[in-house]
Structure formats: structure tokens, C-alpha cells
């Protein structure tokens, strides 16, 4: 058996490039029966044995932190390395409460140090996202990170941490012949900046192996995952086209002489962006390490890529970018429609009504020229909102990404984004947007970044190139919008 090749992401991590994926520790589990910790890292043990030593898991998957750090405790020939998630409920992220999360991974791992720790964020109108990898990067240095990464993060996020100064390695996206949007964006800036993407979902639940090849779409589906990747399928045009892939799969496995799922993973790894695949382990199961490897004993050719793209012809591109899935329609999750997970979400501003305007409301972000020049972020009158020349502006005072106007683009589009919301309104609403740039160079790059959210709403648009905007501010934006009513 050829043993699976590692990739050196830093100084400080080295990973396998087939990394094992504990996300079904919480399906195992979700019964109440909990995996005995002894009797679940003797199964992770096998699988270092078998020459695969990176585990994948987060603070929400069950007991799965507990097995690994049961594992670590062991000696072995080969130390596992560890990569597991934090995913925290959007709010104020403080020193405390980062630090308090960290620790909360390293007490459960038993460990002084996480290898690779990934960010999960719902949403991206809360700015307290990039104050929390601020404070992991000071952890970083501290020595209790090895090296911090992503997970679910769009192109234009992950630049736009990358142009605050946050030192990502990785970003953990979907990425299958079925889901093949981070081909684009993510795989574009991952050849600028080297951030590597790690793949999941690289099977689409089981979808893309030998298991559902000419079979009839199923009426009925009770796996969550598979529910998932069910929803997936639907968008991507369908059982037919799906199937014709499966078909151009089945043909280019026969002639290498491996399995459906070997040339499904295959491609994905084969993407210069993508450091490593995460392939689920259900344990106390049958491992696949034997099949597995076999990634390692061929490769794609001409007539297979060709082959596959012209399978690709027969669905469609998934809409957006990743992590789009969990932020906004179509909600492509196992549960669907997350538009009321969404709206139970803190406001990232303070709202209030206008005392000398009766029926008026008004936003508040923070900023503390607020009070000083006495304005407001947003004000809503009647159906009409009206938001103020917004600034890349973190905290009070902070310029965020004064580097990159595009950067500073998504920062100040979030911000408009949280203040409609706020006001029970949001950016398809948005009429009128009126851009303030520094320097010309930058209008691309700005344009591009505005259309990312307006390229369908398309509002009515002024762009100004003025000589100067004050601080480290590159791009300023106001914004009009006028609320749609019910009837």
C-alpha cells in the first residue's frame, strides 16, 4: 500500500493531504450513548497505523476532541496532528471570550497547543468575526495555535481578513465534481496569497460512488448529510445531469482501475488550492484505508479531465460562492430554509427611535464620531432609509485593510448590510449607492467587489474619484433604500 503524501503548510504544520473527518462522532452519539474516549482512539489509532495521522473535528462534534486528545495521550510512532473547529454564536468577541474558547479546545484535547485551529462564522453583518482572528493570532503567538484557519469563508472575506493582517493558513470549503464553486474565486486568490483550501464533501454524502449509479432519485431521504447533498444536486440541475457525471466517473474508474470515489476525490485533490481531503470516518466501521491510498497510485489525464467536463455540461453551477449556503438563499443545508436562524441573530448595532421625529428609527454602529460630529449611521423614515458615508472601520476608530479598497469594499457593505437589517429592511431593498474613492487605481477592484452584492438588485450608482479621504480609509459608500411593503 503507497502511503499517503503529506503537505508542509508552514514551519509549524504538516499534514497528511487525505485528512480524516470526525464529523459523524455527533451522529454516533446522537442518541445519548457516548463513544467510549479508550475505545474510540484505539480507532484512530488504526488509522495512523495505516498512515493516516490528520484529524478533522470541531468543538460540535460530539466526544470527538475527547478521543483525540485520548489518542495524543498515547505513544505512538507517528504524533497525530490535530485540526478542530470553533464555531461561536455571533456576539462581542472580547479577549476573554476568545481566549475562553481556545482554552475550552485545549482542555478537551488535553493538549498545549491546538495544531490547526479553524473559525467558523454565521454572519458576516456581525464585524466581531475579525476581532476574534485578532485575537487568535495574538494566541498564536503565544504559542497555544499552531496555525489558525477558516471554515466556510468566501473569497471576498478571506481576502479581506488576509488584508487586516490576519495570518490564515487554510480555508475549510465543499468541493466535489458536484459542487464545484471553489474552483473559482477561493481557487484564484489561494494562487495570489497561498492560503490552501481544505476540502469536505468530497463524495457529496456518498452520492458520488458506485452505490447510486443508474439508480431512480429517491423519494424520500432520512441522512442528514445526504440530505444535504440531496439539496445540492437539485440546484445543480437535477438526478439527470447528476447522473451523466456519475456515468463519465464510472468510465474513467474503470480504466484506472480504482473505485467511483477514488476518481471522485481524486479531482479535487488534483486543484493547485487544495492542500488536503477530509473523508469522513464513522468509527468502529470499516476504515477504507486500503482504498483510500489508492488516490496516491494514479492520476487524471487529458481524456479523463475532458471526459468530466463534458459531463460537467449537463448541470449547472451552484449559485455564489462558498459558505453562501449557510448566509442566504437558496439555504443548500440538510435543514434547509435557515432564514429564521438568521434572524435570531444579535444586532451588530444599536437601534432607537428618533425623539424629535415620531414613527422615525435610527441605527447606531459604534463609531465614535457618531457622537462627536452627532449623526447617525442609518435613519428610517417612513419606507425610506437613509445610511451615511460608511467607512472600513472596526471598533471606534480602527481602519480596517488600509491596504486594499476592495477589502474595504466588503467591510463597509457588511456594515450598510447590518444597519438595513436592523431597520427590518436589507440590501435588496437598497435604491441608490454612492461610492467615494482616493484613488482611481482602485475602481475595478471596488466595482467588482459592489457588484458581488448588487450585480442582480442593481441600484442606481455614482462613483466620485476625490483627492483625499481621511485616516486610512481608500473607499467610502452611502447607500438609499426604500422598504418594500407587504401588500
Known amino acids: 500500500m503507497s502511503s499517503p503524501k503529506q503537505l508542509s503548510l508552514s514551519d509549524r504544520l504538516t499534514i497528511d493531504r487525505i485528512l ?14 457516548i463513544i467510549d474516549p479508550k475505545i474510540g482512539a484505539d480507532n484512530l489509532a488504526a488509522y495512523v497505523n495505516a498512515g493516516f495521522g490528520t484529524f478533522d473535528m ?30 461561536p454564536a455571533p456576539g462581542p468577541m472580547t479577549a476573554e471570550i476568545v481566549r475562553a474558547g481556545v482554552q475550552e479546545r485545549l482542555d478537551r484535547l488535553g493538549a498545549e497547543r491546538v495544531d490547526l485551529l479553524q473559525f467558523h462564522w454565521w454572519s458576516f453583518e456581525h464585524p466581531a468575526w475579525l476581532d476574534a482572528l485578532h485575537e487568535m493570532t495574538k494566541l498564536r503567538e503565544q504559542g497555544l495555535i499552531g496555525e489558525i484557519g477558516v471554515t466556510n469563508f468566501d473569497a471576498a472575506h478571506l481576502q ?36 490552501k483550501l481544505l476540502a469536505y464533501g468530497t463524495l457529496a454524502g456518498g452520492f458520488l460512488s458506485e452505490r447510486w449509479l443508474g439508480k431512480a432519485e429517491p423519494d424520500s431521504i432520512a441522512d442528514w448529510s445526504k440530505m444535504k447533498y440531496k439539496r445540492f444536486i437539485d440546484t445543480a440541475g437535477g438526478w439527470d445531469g447528476y447522473q451523466q457525471v456519475l456515468n463519465a466517473v464510472q468510465m474513467i474508474a474503470q480504466k484506472h482501475g480504482v473505485s467511483m470515489a477514488n476518481v471522485a476525490t481524486r479531482w479535487v485533490m488534483e486543484h493547485p488550492a487544495v492542500a488536503g481531503v477530509i473523508i469522513g470516518a464513522r468509527l468502529g466501521e470499516a476504515q477504507h484505508s486500503a482504498d483510500n491510498a489508492k488516490l496516491f497510485d494514479f492520476a ?36 434547509g430554509d435557515l432564514s429564521h436562524h438568521l434572524s435570531e441573530m444579535p444586532l451588530a448595532v444599536e437601534v432607537e427611535p428618533v425623539p424629535h421625529r415620531p414613527g422615525a428609527m435610527r441605527v447606531l454602529s459604534g463609531s465614535k464620531w457618531e457622537d462627536i460630529a452627532g449623526y447617525c449611521r442609518a435613519q428610517k423614515i417612513g419606507d ?8 472600513a472601520t472596526a471598533g471606534s476608530d480602527r481602519a480596517v485593510a488600509p491596504t486594499d479598497a476592495a477589502a474595504q469594499t466588503t467591510f463597509i457593505l457588511d456594515k450598510i448590510s447590518a444597519a438595513l437589517t436592523a431597520l427590518g429592511s436589507s440590501m435588496s431593498d437598497v435604491v441608490r449607492t454612492r461610492i467615494y474613492l482616493s484613488d482611481a487605481e482602485d475602481v475595478l477592484a471596488v466595482s467588482k467587489a459592489h457588484g ?27 447607500a438609499e433604500a426604500i422598504t418594500q411593503s407587504d401588500a
Not at 459523524?24 to 446522537?30: G, L, P, R, S, T
Not at 495521550?73 to 507517528?78: A, E, G, K, V
Not at 481578513?161 to 481557487?187: C, E, K, M
Open 452 to 478: 458581488r452584492i448588487f450585480a442582480d438588485i442593481k441600484p442606481a450608482n455614482t462613483l466620485f474619484e476625490i483627492s483625499t479621504l481621511i485616516g486610512d480609509y481608500r473607499v467610502e459608500i452611502e
Open 20 to 33: 480524516v473527518g470526525l464529523w459523524q462522532v455527533a451522529d454516533i452519539e446522537k442518541d445519548g450513548e
Open 384 to 391: 425610506r432609509i437613509v445610511v451615511s458615508g460608511t467607512t
Open 58 to 87: 470541531a468543538d460540535h462534534y460530539g466526544s470527538a476532541e475527547l478521543i483525540a486528545g485520548e489518542l495524543l495521550q498515547r505513544s505512538l510512532d507517528r504524533r497525530a496532528v490535530v485540526c478542530t473547529k470553533w464555531c
Open 300 to 335: 487524471l489525464d487529458e481524456e479523463d479531465q475532458a471526459r468530466l467536463a463534458e459531463a460537467f455540461q449537463a448541470t449547472d453551477q451552484l449559485p455564489g460562492d462558498c459558505g453562501d449556503e449557510y448566509r442566504k438563499p437558496p439555504f443548500l443545508t440538510a435543514s
Open 160 to 195: 479581506l481578513a488576509l488584508s487586516d493582517g490576519i495570518p490564515l493558513v487554510t480555508n475549510q470549503v465543499p468541493f466535489s465534481l458536484i459542487d464545484r464553486r471553489a474552483a473559482g474565486p477561493l481557487s484564484e486568490l489561494s494562487a495570489q496569497t497561498g492560503v
